[in-house]
T-cell receptor, first 114, second 117 residues
C-alpha cells in the first residue's frame, strides 16, 4: 500500500509560472488536505476537502486553488507563483473530516520560486 | 484563539538520556484532540499519538510516554533512553471540535531533537 504519493518531489519554478502539485491517496479516505511547512511556523492549512466534489479554504488559501474530482486525487494549483510560495508542501488525508481522525501525510514537495 | 506552543526550538542530548518535549495549547473549546507527529530527516510526517480532551490518562508506548494535563494545558512527550534514530523534528498539534469540518490541525512550531551517539 503506497498511502499518499506526491509529485513532483521537488521543483524550481520561475515567478509568474503556473504550477500544479499532485497528490494521490489509495486509502479511500474521504478527507484530504494541503499544508505548507515553513521554518518556525510549523504547518499551516491551505485548503481542504471533506469529500469528493467539495473543497474549502484553510488558514492561508490566497494564491492557491484546489479541486476534488474524485476520492483519490487532490491537486493544488499555483496560478501565478510568487517567491513567498517557496515552501515544502504536504498533502494529507483522513478517514473523515471529524476532529478525532488522525491525518496521514505524504512525503512532501519542496517548491522553490525564484 | 487557538494556539500550540512548543517553546523548545532545539534540544540536544546524548544517547540513552531521557528527554521531554514540551507542548502547551490554548483553546476555549471543551472538546478537542491533541496529536504528536514525528518528522525524521527524510521529511515525511509520522503520526505518533492522539489524545482527546476527556481522557487525561497518561500513555506509554515502548520508550515513548505522554503526559496530558488539562490543568496546565500541556501535552508533553517523553522519550526514555533516547537513541540516535529518535533524531527528528517533533510537532504537537491541536484539533478542536469547534473547527467543524475544516479539518484544520493547528501545529506548534516544532522541536528539533538531536540525539548524539
Amino acid at each position: 500500500i503506497a498511502g499518499i504519493t506526491q509529485a513532483p518531489t521537488s521543483q524550481i519554478l520561475a515567478a509568474g509560472r503556473r504550477m500544479t502539485l499532485r497528490c494521490t491517496q489509495d486509502m479511500r479516505h474521504n478527507a484530504m488536505y494541503w499544508y505548507r511547512q515553513d521554518l518556525g511556523l510549523g504547518l499551516r492549512l491551505i485548503h481542504y476537502s471533506n469529500t469528493a466534489g467539495t473543497t474549502g479554504k484553510g488558514e492561508v488559501p490566497d494564491g492557491y486553488s484546489v479541486s476534488r474530482a474524485n476520492t483519490d486525487d487532490f491537486p493544488l494549483t499555483l496560478a501565478s507563483a510568487v517567491p513567498s510560495q517557496t515552501s515544502v508542501y504536504f498533502c494529507a488525508s483522513s478517514e473523515g473530516g471529524n476532529s478525532y481522525n488522525e491525518q496521514f501525510f505524504g512525503p512532501g514537495t519542496r517548491l522553490t520560486v525564484l | 484563539a487557538q494556539k500550540v506552543t512548543q517553546a523548545q526550538t532545539e534540544i540536544s542530548v546524548v544517547e540513552k538520556e531521557d528527554v521531554t518535549l514540551d507542548c502547551v495549547y490554548e483553546t476555549r473549546d471543551t472538546t478537542y484532540y491533541l496529536f504528536w507527529y514525528k518528522q525524521p530527516p527524510s521529511g515525511e510526517l509520522v503520526f505518533l499519538i492522539r489524545r482527546n480532551s476527556f481522557d487525561e490518562q497518561n500513555e506509554i508506548s515502548g520508550r515513548y510516554s505522554w503526559n496530558f494535563q488539562k490543568s496546565t494545558s500541556s501535552f508533553n512527550f517523553t522519550i526514555t533512553a533516547s537513541q540516535v534514530v529518535d533524531s527528528a523534528v517533533y510537532f504537537c498539534a491541536l484539533r478542536t471540535f469547534g473547527s467543524g469540518n475544516t479539518g484544520k490541525l493547528i501545529f506548534g512550531q516544532g522541536t528539533t531533537l538531536q540525539v548524539k551517539p
